[in-house]
């Protein structure tokens, strides 16, 4: 349902509103807080949702029961008619109702959260919904708006029915995605027997063949989450931007480290720098930016050093330059490079 119509009760049976109301994700803050900032029209409704949210977060003492209470008698004598008191009463009720309902939601919300997500990605069916070809990098825009950039041989299929209850996405490759902000609908990355869940963020993650994992997180946060074989969270990490997750091969831990967002951002835009590169370090940087398997054929005779930068070149290009300075040839057919010196 869109959110500009959201009534008191649609507030309270929205998962990450309750979130926001208890301060109990960063994430549903500064999402809600937004919002809120964006929709002056809705500021009653929300503040009202809000506080019944909070009484049934927090035990009143009697002082608060009693002025209540008083309120609402007050809020009686004031009604004219014997038929505004029904309505007033059966409006009450469903209140009550609506309480018992919340506290329930309110208690239950971890639980129920894992097994949500737990069960969506056990009965997920997925469908291809973008493949980029073995030399080229291409951009995508997902259902919901979420922005993709695709490394060369890099497979993206989501979910049936993706963008109505949830956002799953599975990926085999490299991808960069800008998601579009929707704290109603998470958005899960599957790659293996990890999954990596964000509402709101830009981050880079690859998936290799040998199960490897990296995730490296440009903006706002997200949490990777080591999965056993019937989709239970074993572990997980929260990243915050500059931060990176890495799960080695046949490896059921998560390891965290630092990161320069710049390296990040230089990806995106696909500028390709060596800084008095060797040999080994020029195949990591080709590797990484092109989506390409580098494979070499015989060892150098001399030292291999490069220093260049270049700025949305394909890789032919850029092994040219190099080439021409190190004194060696190369192949590339399709997701393969062989240098032979």
Not at 183 to 212: M, W
Not at 213 to 241: D, F, Q, R
Request: aromatic share 10%.
């Amino acid at each position: 349902m869109d959110l500009s119509k959201y009534s008191t009760t649609d507030f309270l049976l929205n998962d990450s509103f309750l979130q926001y109301c208890l301060q109990l994700n960063e994430e549903d803050i500064v999402f809600w807080e937004h919002y809120i900032n964006n929709h002056p029209q809705q500021a009653k409704t929300i503040a009202e949702a809000k506080e019944l949210c909070l009484l049934m977060a927090i035990k009143p003492s009697q002082t608060q029961k009693t002025a209540a209470w008083h309120r609402v008698e007050h809020g009686i004598d004031q009604l004219s008619t014997k038929r505004t008191k029904v309505v007033y009463w059966r409006w009450a009720a469903a209140a009550a109702c609506l309480l018992v309902l919340l506290a329930s939601s309110v208690y239950f919300f971890q639980a129920n959260t894992a097994q949500t997500t737990a069960s969506v990605l056990q009965s997920a069916k997925f469908k291809v919904f973008a493949q980029a070809p073995a030399d080229q990098r291409i951009e995508t825009t997902l259902p919901d708006g979420t922005k993709a950039i695709l490394n060369p041989n890099t497979i993206v299929r989501i979910n049936e029915g993706y963008n109505q209850q949830c956002r799953l996405v599975q990926m085999d490759g490299e991808a960069y995605f800008s998601v579009y902000q929707d704290a109603a609908q998470p958005f899960i990355v599957k790659t293996g027997n990890v999954a990596t869940e964000v509402l709101g963020t830009a981050f880079k993650i690859k998936y290799q063949d040998d199960d490897s994992l990296t995730v490296m997180l440009a903006s706002g946060k997200v949490k990777v989450n080591m999965m056993n074989e019937v989709s239970e969270t074993l572990s997980s990490t929260l990243l915050t931007p500059g931060e990176k997750a890495s799960v080695a091969k046949h490896s059921n831990t998560i390891v965290k480290s630092n990161i320069d967002i710049q390296y990040i951002q230089n990806w995106v835009s696909r500028k390709v720098i060596f800084d008095k590169a060797d040999l080994a370090t020029i195949i990591q940087t080709i590797e990484e930016n092109y989506g390409v398997q580098v494979n070499v054929v015989n060892k150098p005779k001399d030292t291999v050093m490069f220093t260049g930068t270049f700025y949305n070149e394909q890789v032919d290009v850029v092994l040219d330059a190099i080439s021409f300075t190190n004194n060696f040839k190369f192949d590339h057919k399709g997701h393969a490079v062989i240098i032979r010196f």
